[in-house]
Structure formats: C-alpha cells, structure tokens
C-alpha cells in the first residue's frame, strides 16, 4: 500500500484564494504586522514567506525588526503601539525571543483580538474551553488537512508526539473538541512505540530526525508531520521516515509541503477573520 499524499501546498493555495476573494471585496484591506527580534535566519525565511502570502492575498504587510538586546519596555511599547494601530489586524510576534525577554508579559501584551496565532493566555483559556476564537495557526493548519481529506477525528484514537504549547498542546485541544480520544506523548513517555502503534491519526511535532518509523506506524494510519529538521545533507525533512511510513500509512504529509504551508495560509485567514471582526468593511 502507497499512502496519499496529503498536499499541503494545494491547500493553502486554496485557502490563499478564498482569502483573496474576499479581501478584494473589502474597501479597507487587513493589515498584519510581525515582529522580529534578533538575527535568525530561519525567522527571515519565515518572514519573506509571510510577506509573499499576504501580498498574494491582498493583506497589507509590516515588520519591526528589533535588536537583539531590545529591553522589554521597548518591545513591549512596539506591541502597545500595534495594538493601537488602526490599520492592524493581526499582530505576529516571532517566538522564541532572547533570554532576556519575559515570553508570558509579551504574550499578554497583545490584544486579544490582534492575536492571530492565539498565544494570548486569554484566547488560549477559550481554545481550551471551546470558547470560539482564533485557532494557533499549526494546529488548525492540521486540522484543515484532515478535514481536507475526509478523516473525521470522532471515534479515532490519536497520538500527538509533543506537548508544546504551540504544536501539541492545541493540537491535542482542538482534537478533543472533534470527539477524538488523545494520548500526549514527550520525552518521559515510557513506550512512545506502542503509544504510537495505537494511533489512528499519528501527529509527530518532536523536531528530531527519523523519530517515527514504519514499525511504529499501524496498517492506514493517518500520519502528519508537523516538524521541520535538517538532514544529515541540509536537506527539509520531518520527524518521520517517510518512505517506509508512507507504505504503511493510508494519509502522509510530506515535508516540505506539508504543514507548513497550510500553517501559513491559516494565519492569512485569521487576519481576515480580525479584520472582519473589527468591523473594517
Ligand atoms: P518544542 O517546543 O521543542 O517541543 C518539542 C516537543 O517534542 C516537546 O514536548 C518534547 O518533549 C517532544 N519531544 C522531543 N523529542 C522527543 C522524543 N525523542 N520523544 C518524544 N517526544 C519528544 O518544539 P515545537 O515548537 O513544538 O516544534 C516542534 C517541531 O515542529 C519543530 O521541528 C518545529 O520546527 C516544527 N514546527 C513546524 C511548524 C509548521 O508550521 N510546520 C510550526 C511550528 C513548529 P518534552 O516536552 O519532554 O521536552
């Protein structure tokens, strides 16, 4: 058996396309404004793509490049002062930030309303309720993947490989919500092989090479790789070895071209979404 391939890229320029339709027929277009600070050069790729995507989708775009050594009180003004800025809607800020910075006070910083990628502990606390707000863009990247493909979560066991609160733990919320049964694995789960084993719907989001082989995998398990590793060649790879797993699985995501770029096309529709909110039409 070959698993299909599940194409994230096709997705998100679906996705992409219904956020543009929708933003041409607006008078005041969204607006989103991502933060960076220090030199990181993944942050940059990530930077260059999302300032493609929204050009693409017709979100008006900016990004505050801060040093490195930025105090708090000046990062934190940079926030007040989005969060006051009429032509924003959506504020990203690139996490992990420099030692130096307090992530908790920087994430609460943020108006609830601009947090287009939910890590405002009060959008957090209603993902976690089922309260309606914004979803964290990876996680319900991958549920749009699932849905996508016609695997419905209910009377499904899951294992999720990673309790992040930005990967795992969401993923694990947002699953739930769909009536599936979610085992959480991490570093001291005592037989992640047969945690995995078990899984109908397998999401490894771990950031460690060749983590996840075929004999971890049951017979038309759906298989998502959330992570995003370098080879021992530079090459993009996941955490699972796809060309074994894909002879087992029913589903796979390749990476790249997976995840990551539904991930992106989420984050453009919860711009939209902000902007709509704000009654910007
Ligand atoms: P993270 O904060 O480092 O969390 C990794 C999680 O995986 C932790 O909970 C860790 O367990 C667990 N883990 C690591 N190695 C493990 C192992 N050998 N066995 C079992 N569990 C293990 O990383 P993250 O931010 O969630 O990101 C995870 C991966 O997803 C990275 O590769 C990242 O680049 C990728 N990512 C991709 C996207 C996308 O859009 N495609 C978005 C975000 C992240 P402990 O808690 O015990 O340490």
Redesign the pocket.
Known sequence: MSAVVMDGKALAAKIKEQVRLRVEQMERKPGMAMVLVGENSAAQVYETGKQRDCRQCGIYYETYRLPEDVPQKELLDVIGFLNEREGIDGILIQFPLPGHLDDRAVQMAIRPDKDVDCVHPSNVGDLTLGVDCFWP??PA?VMRLLAEYGVDPAFKNCTM????N???KPQAMLLLRHDCTVTV?????PD?AAECRRADILIS????VG?ISADMVKEGAVVID????RDTEGRLCG?VDYKTVAQKAAYITPVPGG??PV?RAVLMENTLTAALRRGKE
């Open positions: 863009c990876t990247g490989v990673g309790r992040s930005i990967v795992g694995c991490h570093t001291k789960t992640l989001a771990a950031g460690h983590l959330v992570a995003v590793n955490d995840v990551g991930t």
